[in-house]
């Protein structure tokens, strides 16, 4: 923003003629009384006060890992601070309307305000806020709703600054305001955010150190580790700005930071944990025969981080519940649609946190917790067969949801029956009734449906449009429009070809051949005659014995 703002500034001078000397000689000029002819005059000091300003603001990042860039910090605060003051007396002149006076009136408030704020001049500070505060509620009320919005949001943006500098006068009760102001929007943004993150830091550590111990299902654990006891202080507040969220968006960001706190608390109890290797392997006591303290605690935390995620999935059914009922007009609108498999995993993830509930160590032999978590269970199941049951409504396995249906009434009247001495246990889940009766409906429309669906089937269904997925070569007798012939996925024949059984070349193997006497054939082998000279030259002339 602040390149912005210089190549801004150089535009606008260039435009406006209005050089300060040549590229060898400065010659500085202020914008007067006299040469207001034009309003961007006022936008080349408007320019120089944020210029200033975003400075102010990226040394304010950089002055984290670097302090000296501090004063820095404070030089340009001041610079933009002059600025908006001169901003402000040539908004005075005739030639300048009433809501350009009061815009820099409020302006000039805002800078000089941030600059006190960083100076930690609270009462000063406070006071140039409250002034910035009051003209823009002013310029709200006398605009159009449109013009309005804006000016709102600059009053919602001041707020926090003003309680935190009320609460650094004296004033506890902006305590209060800030923790529920940080809590429904979910995080403060800019000056304020790391200034108020530290503040309920330290005001919960505080209120920490009086806090010693714990009490959850009958039994007492001491807390020991600050940051456990730093989040379980604030877990009540948590809870509540997520009852109070005024959207699904903001409470999911809830969601997310109370489940990040827990995940950090269980980690500080972990480290804990792991110096005392055998009391951690050898948890059960061999007196009381309940865990030791720290796993105990262990626990607790491992419960609330479950219970949370339960609660966030469960919060995400009800918005997808609700976009189901109005799937019509989403499609419609051409939006994607949720389906009822999207309800299936968050009931899957439910369920299965669930079982990691029953498994959480010093609670194996609590009777109640298990039997208050496995109505909780029988709860959720029966859910996520309704959704199953919807999906094979949707692909017309009329059969297949049907049965379905029947278990979520199994598991819903299991439910009635169980729950007599847990039904405050069982308040913040779903209305089993509720389904009950939808389950009911939906059978009678399922029934209606399949029936219909089945005399579609048997009108349109023509023997010459049936595929049966043979390939080409094994119908020739039986006449089929498939226009897959004529496409370049084509089945003329199984290729490649199956196998077919052959019958085996018989193999012999001769092993009584070593073992064999065969009779002597001297007598039947004829006796060549022995001849010498005599007989060779007969041979040659043809002469033969």
Not at 69 to 76: D, P
Not at 199 to 205: G, K, M, N, S, V
Request: glycine content about 4%.
């Amino acid at each position: 923003f602040r390149g912005y703002c210089s190549r801004r500034l150089r535009r606008l001078r260039k435009t406006l003629n209005f050089k300060m000397g040549n590229r060898h000689k400065f010659t500085g000029k202020k914008v007067t009384e006299e040469i207001l002819s034009d309003n961007r005059y006022l936008l080349l000091i408007l320019m120089d006060a944020e210029r200033a300003w975003s400075y102010a603001m990226q040394l304010k990042q950089e002055a984290n890992t670097e302090p000296r860039k501090r004063f820095h910090l404070l030089s340009r605060l001041r610079k933009a601070v002059k600025h908006a003051e001169e901003l402000e007396r040539l908004c005075e002149s005739n030639r300048v309307d009433a809501k350009t006076k009061l815009e820099a009136q409020a302006y000039m408030a805002y800078l000089t305000g941030m600059l006190r704020f960083e100076h930690q001049e609270w009462k000063a500070a406070m006071e140039a806020f409250n002034k910035c505060k009051t003209i823009y509620e002013k310029l709200a009320n006398a605009f159009t709703e449109e013009q309005a919005v804006l000016y709102n949001q600059r009053v919602e943006e001041i707020s926090p600054n003003i309680r935190y500098c009320a609460y650094n006068i004296g004033d506890q009760s902006a305590m209060n305001e800030l923790m529920q102001m940080r809590l429904r929007s979910g995080g403060t943004e800019g000056l304020l955010a790391e200034k108020l993150e530290a503040l309920i830091t330290q005001t919960r550590a505080k209120q920490a150190a009086t806090m010693s111990e714990v009490e959850w299902r009958g039994r007492t654990v001491p807390v020991k580790i600050d940051k456990v006891r730093i989040f379980l202080l604030g877990l009540a507040d948590n809870e509540a700005a997520i009852v109070q969220a005024e959207n699904e968006e903001t409470k999911e960001r809830l969601f997310e930071s109370l489940l990040s706190e827990c995940r950090d608390a269980i980690q500080a109890v972990r480290e804990d944990l792991k110096p005392d290797q055998k009391q951690r392997e050898h948890s059960l006591e061999n007196d009381s025969g309940k865990v030791s303290n720290i796993q105990y605690l262990h626990s607790y935390l491992t419960y609330i981080k479950l219970s949370t995620a339960i609660k966030r999935n469960e919060s995400m059914a009800k918005s997808l519940q609700k976009a189901l009922l109005q799937q019509q007009r989403s499609e419609e609108d051409g939006k994607r649609t949720p389906r009822p498999q999207d309800l299936i995993r968050l009931y899957d993830i439910i369920l299965q946190n669930l079982v990691e509930l029953t498994q959480l160590p010093g609670l194996e032999e609590d009777k109640n917790f298990q039997k208050e978590i496995g109505l909780k269970t029988l709860v959720y199941k029966a859910y996520r067969c309704f959704f199953i049951a919807q999906s094979y409504v949707l692909v017309k396995k009329w059969s297949e949801a049907l049965v379905l249906y029947e278990r979520v009434l199994k598991y819903a009247r299991e439910v009635q029956s169980g729950a007599g001495a847990y039904t405050n246990s069982l308040k913040e889940l779903p209305d089993v009734q509720d389904l009950i009766t939808q389950v009911n409906a939906e059978k009678y429309s399922l029934q209606a449906a399949a029936i219909l669906d089945a005399n579609d089937t048997h009108e349109t269904e023509s023997p010459s449009q049936v595929k049966d997925g043979k390939p080409l070569s094994e119908r020739f007798e039986t006449f089929c429009l498939d226009p897959s012939l004529v496409s370049k996925q084509v089945s003329l024949v199984h290729f490649p070809p199956g196998f077919q059984p052959i019958p085996c070349k018989p193999l012999f193997f001769d092993l009584a051949l070593n073992h064999v006497a065969f009779p002597p054939l001297e007598d039947k082998v004829e006796q060549k005659a022995k001849s010498g000279l005599t007989g060779y030259i007969k041979g040659i002339f043809g002469f033969k014995s």
